[in-house]
């Protein structure tokens, strides 16, 4: 049994990392479940090694058939769905709150690198390997996704700046 | 100018703190002279602090018992074949049934919401003779029934205004105990089915989320301690409209 205790102690770092590639805490947790689900099925292509590498490339896999998937999890878009309350899960500071919309704003790709190394403190290598791509393909995805992140805050600090002078 | 070879590659190594001592000084000399580069990559860091901030709570949060579920081990199957074997099933219960015997208490698989309440509509949505327990025609017995079984009180929507009358009603054996299902068809014999689950766990979410299996879209969603999950196979627009009407009856 010790193979599920290893599993469900990464969950809480599959959660965080999947809230913050997805940016709704319901589809997080779908992404969450339907790794796990995956990683149990292919328990038996597991080496012994990188248990959490392994989990988040499972993860990214999973993220990236589930647009195109069969069995489609999608996320409630704010367009379509009637407003039903949720819980609010991240701290109210307007600060973090406008980061991690800037954040939602880079795409995908970008934001997978930055995450799993930023966030999730993985080295350049296994972040490539994750992926599934070369090293200096993180590494461009790295430089851009943070020079966007960049122009994004600067610009939301500029609208913030120029609301208070109207004000 | 010292170190006039600082790549874009290595300052973010520097910004992540992955440069041995003698690149990371090299580095740190050359920013002295590049107020600018020096800048952007204090602003890098900052980044970092801020994914930290915003995403680090979510270590803290008690993890959803469907994950913990999710991390059992138990075999899923394709949708096909789990309905075959629910066929299989109730052949079984019923032989047992038929030599007084109980029916065999197997592990429940795991399964989502979702995931079963598509499995019954497949399996009974088809039926021309028996689509149901209970006719709408005695939808008081209907509702007094299930309500009795599932132990509160359950009303079905009413559907009139998006074309949609009801069938009836019928019970079913699911990961939690009883669950009800109703069933509601149009005019053009098209039928939906609406599958109510009690919840013992008081896990509360109230967005609404959408699946597929094979053809059937499902709309779910947790209003305390019900699961509610709508199946048809139309298109994920049609469907929306409908469990929106369905999800404001049961929330006036």
């Given amino acids: ?167 | 100018m010292n170190a006039p070879t600082i790549s874009e590659q290595e300052l973010h190594a520097y910004a992540d703190g992955r440069l041995d001592a003698a690149r990371r000084d090299a580095v740190e000399a050359w920013l002295a002279d590049h107020a600018e580069m020096r800048q952007t990559v204090a602003e890098w860091r900052i980044q970092g602090e801020q994914l930290h901030r915003a995403f680090d709570p979510v270590l803290d949060e008690p993890v959803p018992t469907r994950l913990a579920e999710a991390a059992k081990p138990t075999s899923r199957l394709p949708l096909g074949m789990a309905a075959a074997i629910a066929w299989l099933a109730v052949g079984g219960i019923i032989g047992y049934q038929l030599h007084g015997a109980a029916p065999p208490q197997g592990p429940q698989p795991s399964t989502s919401l979702a995931r079963q309440a598509a499995l019954a509509h497949a399996v009974f949505s088809p039926e021309v003779r028996h689509p149901v327990e209970v006719g709408a025609a005695e939808e008081a017995h209907l509702v007094a029934w299930l309500s009795k079984r599932l132990g509160a009180d359950l009303k079905p929507p009413h559907l009139a205004g998006q074309g949609l009358e009801l069938v009836g009603g019928r019970l079913l054996p699911g990961a939690t105990g009883p669950v009800a299902q109703f069933m509601y068809q149009d005019k053009r014999g098209q039928r939906l089915t609406l599958y109510v689950q009690r919840d013992a766990q008081s896990s509360r979410e109230t967005a609404f989320r959408f699946a597929k299996e094979g053809g059937i879209s499902v709309f779910y969603w947790l209003d305390g301690h019900f699961g509610y999950a709508l199946s048809a196979e139309m298109g994920k627009p049609d469907l929306l409209l409908i469990a929106t009407a369905v999800y404001r009856q049961l929330n006036p």
């Fill in chain 1, 1 to 167: 049994m010790s193979r599920q205790a290893d599993i469900v102690a990464e969950i809480p770092r599959l959660r965080r990392y999947a809230r913050a590639l997805t940016g709704d805490a319901a589809c997080a947790d779908d992404l969450v479940q339907d790794t796990l689900e995956r990683a149990l099925s292919r328990w038996s292509l597991w080496r012994p090694g990188n248990l959490r590498a392994w989990l988040f490339s499972i993860m990214h896999n999973r993220f990236v058939n589930q647009a195109r998937g069969p069995r489609i999890v999608d996320c409630p878009g704010d367009e379509a769905l009637p407003d039903l309350p949720t819980r609010a899960t991240q701290t109210d500071s307007i600060e973090l709150r406008d980061f991690a919309r800037c954040l939602s704003q880079l795409s995908e790709v970008q934001r997978e690198v930055l995450l799993l190394v930023g966030l999730e403190d993985l080295s350049y290598e296994d972040t490539a390997k994750i992926l599934g791509v070369p090293i200096g393909t993180v590494m461009s995805r790295l430089s851009r996704g943070r020079e966007r992140l960049r122009a994004l805050l600067a610009g939301s600090e500029l609208e913030e700046s120029h609301l208070k002078v109207i004000k």
